[in-house]
């Protein structure tokens, strides 16, 4: 077995990039297979959905590891570490640890690249590392994040979840997954399992009813977050938000949340969804712990507050779905705030047209490039911007656009950074420095 440090396996590892996305299970289950079938031996939640996968995850996380389980989480993209992408309890896996798993995956790279064909890519490497090393961890319990889609996803090894949760269904990577709401709910509903339970919250018809269908075939109970579930906020806070929910075990009041907009609402509610079709399975989870983990929780890049006095606040948003919800929260704050400076990046492969719901609610918009390959055409977002009373900046380094905000902001102003993970990430570290 290759022996390597973290740098040398990271940069072997990014190397499989040159593959590309290879959608497919059968690399993955020969990797897995030759590796001993490390996945049989978890307890998995699987996790699907356009938006909110990973603050469903996060909500979960916190939760679990409160009720005093060993919570085991695979998720990506990450934003500052590649390690951050395999937790236990919070805790990135260590760097030599990720080494170790890399090597020993690593081993077994050559020999399914000759039997298929076709080499193993970056994710599902990294997919087979995260099994093995939650398995040798022996986790309690594992919240698997689908990559892309579901059905051919790599995460999709898994044949036997305690339940699959599929958050919502709208449009992102329309290339590999089609180009409306119905043809990508029947890719994600790949994850549905035969007599597993399934959770989602979305509230389109025409997915509920490939949801449904999908369901039906492999008889697995479809729990609807909005049938069964419902919510009201109280009041906002610098630090998150109280709000009233109701689910089918329990009425719940001013309950405190620390994540920030209305969209964490329906993932509270899908998260606590789950957990009550959980505790059914005889899984032990008390209000204490689900109070505390509420008021725990922490997701960093999805309108986490990273400075104040100008306010800044850092959100992932990136498709139309995830700017809906951005600017909904946007539309509350300024009340509040005397001026809002927008930092905007976008890659080339995502709808831009989303970004107008923005331009009403931000007096300053400046125009950077996120930090990724697929960013090559980064100043054409401004075409989608009326430019008519807004003053726009374009600085294609993120450092100089948050330094412009800074200069352009006042104390009593709020800068929202949004667009991609890649640039929040990136402005994140920049502004703890």
């Known amino acids: 077995m290759k022996s390597m440090n973290y740098e040398q396996a990271l940069t072997e590892l990014q190397g499989l990039t040159k593959f590309g996305i290879n959608l497919g299970l ?50 990506s993209p990450h934003l500052e570490a590649y390690t951050e992408r395999l937790t236990i309890n919070g805790q990135s896996i260590a760097e030599e640890d990720f080494a170790l798993y890399f090597s020993r995956v690593l081993s077994k790279y050559e020999q399914v690249k000759q039997e298929m064909g076709d080499a193993p890519t970056e994710f599902e490497v990294l997919t087979a590392l995260a099994f093995l090393y939650f398995a040798d961890q022996q986790v309690d319990i594992l919240l698997l994040e689908v990559g892309l889609g579901g059905d051919i996803d790599s995460t999709n090894v898994i044949t036997d979840p305690l339940l699959s949760i599929i958050t919502n269904v709208t449009l992102d990577h329309c290339d590999y997954l089609g180009g409306t709401p119905q043809a990508i709910a029947e890719k994600k509903s790949g994850i549905i399992k035969k007599g597993r339970p399934v959770i989602t919250a979305s509230n389109d018809e025409n997915v509920l009813k490939v949801l449904r269908n999908t369901a039906m075939e492999n008889q697995a109970q479809l729990h609807e977050v909005y049938s069964e579930c419902s919510w009201s906020l109280v009041r906002e806070t610098i630090n998150g938000q109280y709000f009233n929910l109701y689910t089918p075990a329990k009425e719940r009041q001013a309950v405190f949340l620390s994540l920030r907009g209305a969209h964490q609402l329906v993932n509270t509610a899908t998260a606590l969804l789950a957990l009550e079709v959980l505790s059914e399975d005889g899984w032990q989870i008390s209000e204490k712990a689900i109070e505390q983990g509420l008021t725990a929780v922490f997701w960093p890049g999805r309108l986490e507050l990273v400075r104040e006095q100008p306010q800044v606040f850092l959100d992932g948003a990136h498709n139309l779905a995830g700017l809906e919800a951005l600017a909904l929260w946007l539309r509350g704050q300024r009340l509040q705030v005397a001026k809002v400076v927008l930092v905007i990046g976008m890659l080339d492969d995502k709808d831009h047209a989303g970004v107008s719901l923005l331009e009403p609610l931000v007096d300053t918009i400046i125009i950077t490039r996120p930090p990724s390959p697929r960013a090559a055409r980064w100043d054409s977002l401004a075409s989608y911007f009326s430019q008519d009373d807004k003053e726009i900046h374009l600085l294609e380094e993120p450092q100089e656009a948050i330094d412009k905000a800074m200069s352009l902001a006042k104390p009593q102003d709020l800068i929202m950074v949004t667009g991609s993970l890649f640039l929040i990430g990136d402005v994140r570290r920049y502004l703890r420095t």
Do not use: D, F, W
Not at 49 to 66: P, Q, R, V
């Open 26 to 75: 059968q690399r993955i289950t020969r990797l897995l297979a030759l590796l001993g079938n490390p996945q049989e031996s978890l307890r998995s939640i699987h996790i699907g959905g356009t938006n909110g996968k990973g603050s469903t995850a996060a909500i979960l996380n916190s939760i679990l590891g409160k009720a005093g389980y060993r919570v085991g989480a695979y998720s």
